[in-house]
């Protein structure tokens, strides 16, 4: 090409630019999320990290709230399809009953992302990636911080438990490495288990049912959030008890609540779960359409706080 042609088509492509400016602006990325729902102090935190990093990322966000049913978040899939976003991401409320969804987006060439919850789809091209905690891990946490608390102490030792949504990975999993830990010991016993479906109404109204079977028997509560074991302290101080004297209170999450009742010495230990995973969710869109490989799993760090911890932690704590 001769310099007078060079410049010719450069002035064209300018003139261009400048009649069509959006022709030339680099395209925005469009995120679907099809999130669980608002059950708990973590998913506000969880929710509002996406929102406030979809924002500074310059992702245009489609955000599905599914009141913690599967059904809903299947059919906000299903309208992200529709609309041909570029990504979905999906925390998937239950483990199972997830394949013919995800073939859907395959099938349309979107790229799915799995934050905080796993699905147990056999298929595992289904999604790029899964970003969120080692849950199996946090229930280990909470079963090694009690095995140190109660070391030398004589059995029998109680333990009731609140359990998180039926079905959920988290629940599976904090029931799992929890049990797993002390299920060598023979002074401990899980003597009442039912699920709180990871609120506070809910969690109340199991410890009410708790305390009413089982009297001064319980030594132990084991709640696999905040959200649930604050909800069982108002039942045990209704009913008279001194949580965190009486009954020794465990949760996973490590929201303000859960510190606060720390602080004011209701509650034991929290073990942490990390919701603010939005900053990591952008990234990952970005980097999967922009064709990048992501690893297939993405760990959060997280660590255990006790009473004196939370304490110290709580002024600068941000859920
Ligand atoms: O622990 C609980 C929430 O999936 C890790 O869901 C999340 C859990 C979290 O409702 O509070």
């Not at 630019?17 to 022709?23: L, N, T």
């Not at 799992?176 to 401990?188: H, L, N, Q, S, T």
Request: aromatic share 6%; net charge neutral.
């Amino acid at each position: 090409m001769t310099i007078q042609r060079r410049a010719v088509l450069a002035a064209t492509l300018v003139a261009a630019a400048i009649a069509h400016p959006s022709a030339f602006a680099q395209k925005k990325i469009v995120l679907g999320f099809a999130q669980v729902g608002a059950e708990s102090a973590w998913r506000t935190a969880n929710t509002e990290s996406i929102k406030s990093a979809a924002k500074d990322a310059g992702i245009e966000l489609k955000f599905s709230d599914a009141q913690q049913k599967q059904e809903n978040q299947i059919k906000a899939i299903r309208s992200f399809i529709a609309q041909k976003v570029d990504v979905i991401g999906l925390s998937p409320v239950v483990e199972s009953g997830w394949d013919t969804v995800l073939q859907e987006a395959k099938a349309a060439h979107i790229p799915v992302i799995l934050t905080d919850r796993a699905v147990d789809s056999k298929d595992t091209s289904l999604y790029v990636t899964f970003m969120g905690s080692d849950f199996i891990e946090e229930g280990k946490r909470a079963g090694r911080w009690l095995e140190e608390f109660e070391k030398g102490k004589p059995g029998p030792i109680n333990i009731v438990e609140l359990q998180g949504t039926v079905g959920s990975a988290p629940a599976i999993d904090r029931k799992k490495g929890f049990a797993d830990v002390i299920g060598g010991d023979p002074r401990m016993k899980i003597i009442r288990s039912q699920t709180g479906d990871f609120t506070l109404a809910k969690g109340k109204e199991v410890m009410e049912a708790f305390l009413k079977a089982e009297g001064k028997n319980i030594n132990v509560l084991y709640a696999h959030n905040d959200d649930m074991a604050l909800g069982a302290i108002q039942a045990i101080e209704e009913a008279g008890l001194k949580p965190g004297v009486d009954i020794t209170i465990i949760s996973i999450d490590g929201t303000k609540g859960a510190f606060e009742a720390m602080a004011a010495g209701k509650q034991n230990v929290v073990v942490e779960c990390n919701p603010l995973l939005g900053p990591q969710l952008m990234s990952a869109a970005k980097d999967v359409v922009a064709g990048k490989t992501l690893p297939k799993r993405i760990l959060t760090n997280e660590t255990v706080y006790t009473q004196s911890q939370a304490v110290a932690a709580l002024p600068s704590r941000k859920y």
